[in-house]
């Protein structure tokens, strides 16, 4: 409640500002106003790029570009050179001809509001109808830096999540990061869904980077609910979108996020997907003649895909956390895959969504022996560790006897192990797919499992 009250004081003060304190809103108005219009005109398009002279020397990397043709339309520069810039186009070439003139706009900082909360907004920061969001008092780059590793705070408390599995075997932590390592249709929408309405937060956003126009409809109306999107800003670039406008849309929700940490806010921030992330950068990148390494990812991957989670985490002193799920797409489960392989070795954990154990109907279908929690141990007592490694064990030995158990090759008795392993195996598979209270309910649930004494 008290939580609530915190959001819902933020969003009256930003409602109030709106409706009588006109300074801010002026000053934001004022802002966006350019102090003079510099020209430039279309030298060459060539595959979807732009290349515009008399600019270069007045344009930086990432500043907007306005063409003014037959169909006028809008772009991104990604690359400056001695004669011209190149630029990515927000729509399509069709229709632009050399010697359509090109207007230079600087790359506006934004103004993130409380107001935002309950709604869907697109890469440009406005309403899918288009309609301008309200503006906050606080202006803020898309390309903040990160705080002093020396200044930030250590992991906090273990979150609730109303979800067995992650209530016990893969804890999540107060300003932890998380990767969500899953295929296509093996239930990761449903539980980001999950996650986003059982985590305590203050404020939840929702960052859904090239995904489908019908499945933003769908996670928006039916995953999130209206119970949902009462603490949460959605944040959507979808699949037809250029890639300029994914990264974009990324870093928006990312500087969001920041918003609200830094007044002490606790922020959850659901980040899907990280690959298409790395898929739009690797776009720009090479089209800006960056050399391709592993699978055409260019060098800079790493590094971009880094700086995004390192945005994210424990505050500094007096200020919030973000808790970060980040979900990575790997096809056919491959956790090698150049993404999934860059993820592991920067977040705090990784939980792997497997298609096997989809396929057989249990959800979420969480691979509890090929998941990690870097929390862990920290995050749980004496006890629980005992009872969470026992729990391991028992999953392990199981799964390394299923062969000989599915075809009938192991004798009931031949190992004590393997024979507790059988006995407890239906319920462990029962109990991933719990939802709880809380915490402490789920160990109470997990320790009379491994006792072979249900609660009731």
């Known amino acids: 409640m008290k939580m609530m009250m915190k959001v819902e004081n933020k969003l009256n003060e930003s409602v109030n500002d709106m409706n009588i304190n006109l300074t801010e809103i002026i000053k934001g108005a004022v802002d966006d106003i350019e102090p003079q219009n510099v020209w430039g005109r279309v030298s060459g398009i060539n595959s979807g790029v732009i290349h515009v002279s008399g600019l270069q020397d007045h344009a930086r990397i990432g500043d907007r570009l306005t063409i ?150 769908d996670f928006v109306d039916e995953t999130l609910g209206e119970e949902g999107r009462k603490r949460t800003i959605v944040f959507a670039s979808t699949c037809d979108e250029p890639a300029p406008s994914k990264r974009r849309c990324a870093l928006l929700a990312i500087t969001a ?86 993820v592991r070795s920067i977040l705090d954990g990784h939980v792997v969504l497997d298609r096997e154990i989809a396929e057989r109907g249990r959800f979420p279908a969480v691979n509890i022996r090929r998941s990690v929690s870097r929390s862990l141990p920290k995050a749980a007592n004496k006890d629980e560790n005992a009872l969470l490694a026992d729990g391991r064990k028992l999953i392990a030995t199981y799964d390394e006897a299923t062969a000989m158990i599915q075809t009938g090759l192991y004798a009931a008795g031949s190992d004590p192990a393997i024979d507790r392993a059988i006995s407890v195996w239906p319920k462990l598979e029962e109990f991933v797919t719990e939802k709880s209270d809380s915490c402490e309910e789920s160990y109470e649930n997990l320790q009379a499992i491994l006792s072979d004494q249900r609660l009731s």
């Open 68 to 217: 003014k043709g037959d169909i006028a339309s809008s772009g991104e520069v990604i690359a400056i050179k001695s004669g011209d810039i190149m630029a990515m186009p927000d729509a399509s070439t069709v229709g632009m001809s050399p010697g359509d003139q090109v207007c230079l706009a600087r790359e506006k900082n934004v103004r993130p509001s409380a107001a935002w909360i309950g709604g869907v907004l697109n890469s440009d920061g406005n309403y899918f109808d288009g309609t301008p969001t309200p503006k906050g008092e606080r202006a803020m780059s898309l390309l903040a830096t990160t705080e002093a590793p020396t200044d930030r705070r250590s992991l906090g408390e273990r979150l609730k999540t109303g979800l067995a599995p992650f209530d016990t075997f893969l804890p999540i932590c107060k300003g932890q990061r998380i990767g969500l390592f899953a295929g296509s249709g093996v239930g990761k929408s449903s539980l980001l869904g999950d996650l986003a309405k059982g985590v305590k937060a203050d404020v939840v956003i929702v960052a859904l980077i090239g995904e489908r126009s019908r499945e933003v409809r």
């Open 257 to 342: 996020a920041e918003y609200f940490r830094d007044q002490g806010l606790h922020v959850l921030l659901l980040f899907d997907s990280l690959t298409r992330y790395a898929d739009a950068h690797r776009e720009i990148a090479l089209t800006a003649g960056e050399t391709p390494s592993l699978r055409a990812y260019p060098p800079s991957t790493f590094r971009a895909i880094a700086s995004l989670a390192e945005r994210t985490g424990p505050g500094v002193e007096g200020a919030g956390d973000i808790t970060a799920i980040f979900s990575i797409l790997v096809a056919g489960s491959d956790m090698d895959e150049p993404v999934a392989d860059m």
